[in-house]
Nanobody
Framework: QVQLVESGGGLVQAGGSLRLSCAASTRTFSRYTMGWFRQAPGKEREFVAT????????YYADSVKGRFTISRDNAKNTVYLQMNSLKPEDTAVYYC????????????????????WGQGTQVTVSS
């Protein structure tokens, strides 16, 4: 069982930045693919970004490409999401997710691809 705890959310003005963190409670963190998803009020949860176990392979949703950066520190069992040039439409609850790295796909962007989820952290971007 992997427990994930997100932090770093908050209220920011449009154009501002936030960095989200997700701490994982597993000694084998380096063997997991990690992802960030978000869910706005009244909308379905959607993929934001993912990073492979080695931190080299990353993939982003088109809506955040060029503005958000996912990274990880395997020594600290933590994955990050640096969010720059934030827009009001980025307002959502952001969730961290994990899955054992492996399988045929190069990247995993579906909700059902992930086995473990955090409780989420609220990000609100004011216009």
């Amino acid at each position: 069982q992997v427990q994930l705890v997100e932090s770093g959310g908050g209220l920011v003005q449009a154009g501002g930045s936030l960095r989200l963190s997700c701490a994982a409670s597993t000694r084998t963190f380096s063997r997991y693919t990690m992802g960030w998803f978000r869910q706005a009020p009244g909308k379905e949860r959607e993929f934001v970004a993912t990073i492979r176990w080695n931190g080299i392979g990353t993939y982003y949703a088109d809506s955040v490409k060029g503005r958000f950066t996912i990274s990880r520190d395997n020594a600290k069992n933590t994955v990050y999401l640096q969010m720059n040039s934030l827009k009001p439409e980025d307002t959502a609850v952001y969730y961290c997710a994990a899955r054992w790295d492996g399988g045929a796909a190069l990247y995993y962007i579906g909700i059902h691809d992930y086995d473990y989820w955090g409780q989420g952290t609220q990000v609100t971007v004011s216009s």
